[in-house]
């Protein structure tokens, strides 16, 4: 599976736009861009993935560039719920190893 | 609550003592993983089942760990002589198997946490 490079830590506004960057520069033709968040003291869960388009649910848009060298997680509203650690994993979609490969993630905190 | 749960959620024991930690997933589930997730670190991969063949196991399972899943559906993950490095949150996932295009999520367990003194 490809490596993600996520920053570490990012802050937010409550209310503004939470953008998460994640850069896979070796991603393949065949893996999927998935993210998952951590809220503190629980275990993950599942946002949003991708392929190649940009992909929207209700809890948030994935940006894939089109090179797919890296992507962008949006949090269109950030709440203070949104304070969590989120995790950017390439893996691919069907065959290959099951398992998820995360890394540390970027811990995002929203600031009242 | 129909997500995955984990029993127990807390667990206390002494080193050189045995745990077993019990997994249910999402009933229509076919897929059962186990990670273990360490202060500060992103959760690490140990093994995986599809039904009730274990089907990936990781480096990370020493002899000492055991994981089963008898029937297909709740699964359980046994630590035997409990070493003060074995203290972290052990977390449960489940998912369903996905046709082409779909790709994979997992729905992941609040997790045992389990702390030898």
């Known amino acids: 599976d490809a490596k993600t490079t996520q920053p570490p830590s990012m802050d937010c506004a409550e209310g503004r736009a939470a953008n998460l960057p994640c850069n896979h520069s070796t991603i393949s033709g065949n893996e999927y861009v998935y993210w998952y968040r951590q809220i503190h003291s629980q275990g993950p869960q599942y946002i949003i993935h991708g392929l190649k388009n940009n992909e929207t649910n209700e809890m948030a848009s994935l940006i894939i560039t089109e090179d797919r060298k890296s992507s962008t997680l949006i949090l269109p509203h950030a709440t203070l719920r949104d304070t969590a650690v989120y995790y950017c994993?390439?893996?691919?979609?069907?065959?290959?190893?099951?398992?998820?490969?995360f890394g540390k993630g970027t811990k995002l905190t929203v600031n009242p | 609550d129909t997500g995955v749960s984990q029993d127990p959620r807390h667990k206390i024991t002494k080193r050189g003592q045995n745990v077993t930690f019990r997994c249910d997933p999402i009933?229509?589930?076919?897929?059962l993983y186990w990670y273990r997730q360490t202060l500060g670190q992103g959760p690490e991969f140990l093994t995986y089942?599809?039904?009730?063949?274990?089907?990936?196991k990781s480096r990370l399972l020493s002899d000492r760990f055991s994981a089963e899943r008898p029937k297909g559906s709740f699964s359980t993950l046994e630590i035997q002589r409990t070493e003060q490095g074995d203290s972290a949150m052990y977390l449960c996932?489940?998912?369903?198997?996905?046709?082409?295009?779909?790709?994979?999520?997992?729905?992941f367990g609040p997790g045992t946490r389990l702390t030898v003194t």
């Open positions: 089942f599809q039904n009730e063949a274990q089907l990936e």
């Open positions: 996932a489940s998912s369903l198997a996905a046709g082409a295009g779909l790709g994979r999520s997992a729905n």
């Open positions: 009933s229509e589930h076919n897929r």
């Open positions: 994993i390439v893996r691919l979609g069907w065959g290959g190893s099951e398992k998820l490969v």
